[in-house]
């Protein structure tokens, strides 16, 4: 009688240990596939979190820009409405002589063509310590006398009644001092206009 129950668990045994190592492969697998979802998972969070952080700083740019081409028209025709800009000196540091604006170059004769060139940019302050830096600066484009009127051509100063139209670049930029515009830079560029009084 030994015997004959000897035989039979001796089978079932076999059968038993066969599949215990069949769920061990199969449950090896889950973990891999569960470790294969976390991972990629993980890769898709930190993905989005980049893209969230670039987004937040073109935002911040974009508003620091945006900000310092206003100061710039501001200064412009705000408290010197009327009032014609002068070219800046040759060794003007700064677009900005004696408190009032001056224009860097003319844009018609500019061989930079669309270029900019914030070296005589004037720096925005009021921004935040940790934020980016502003700065603009203001370029001639031409002046337009009604019908009848005309600047006087060899100094080709405006008359009164006639308009004065400049360009304002601007950019913010989280590098120390100005920069070119780029992948460092975000610039923006307006035109304005104003009555000489």
């Known amino acids: 009688m030994n015997s004959n129950l000897n035989l039979s668990r001796g089978p079932r045994l076999k059968k038993n240990s066969a599949e215990q190592g069949a769920t061990l492969v199969i449950a090896l697998v889950m973990l891999l596939l569960l470790l294969m979802l976390a991972i990629t998972g993980m890769r898709a969070i930190t993905l989005e979190s980049r893209i969230a952080a670039n987004l937040l700083e073109q935002q911040q740019l974009f508003e620091v820009a945006d900000g310092t081409l206003r100061d710039g028209e501001r200064a412009i025709i705000g408290a010197y409405q009327g009032v014609r800009l002068v070219q800046c000196p040759d060794d003007a540091k700064s677009s900005m002589k004696d408190g009032v604006p001056c224009y860097?170059?003319?844009?018609?004769?500019?061989?930079l063509a669309l270029?900019?060139?914030?070296?005589?940019?004037v720096e925005v302050e009021g921004f935040n310590d940790k934020g980016p830096n502003g700065f603009w600066y203001p370029r001639y484009i031409e002046t337009v006398c009604p019908k009848g009127m005309s600047s006087t051509s060899a100094l080709n100063l405006a008359t009164t009644g006639c308009s004065e139209y400049y360009e304002v670049?601007?950019?913010?930029?989280?590098?120390?001092?100005?920069?070119?515009?780029?992948?460092?830079?975000?610039?923006?560029?307006?035109?304005?206009n104003q009555f000489i009084k």
């Open 104 to 111: 860097v170059s003319e844009a018609k004769a500019d061989s």
């Open 115 to 121: 270029s900019t060139n914030f070296e005589k940019g």
């Open 169 to 192: 670049n601007a950019q913010s930029t989280r590098k120390i001092g100005s920069t070119n515009c780029g992948p460092d830079a975000l610039c923006l560029r307006s035109s304005i």
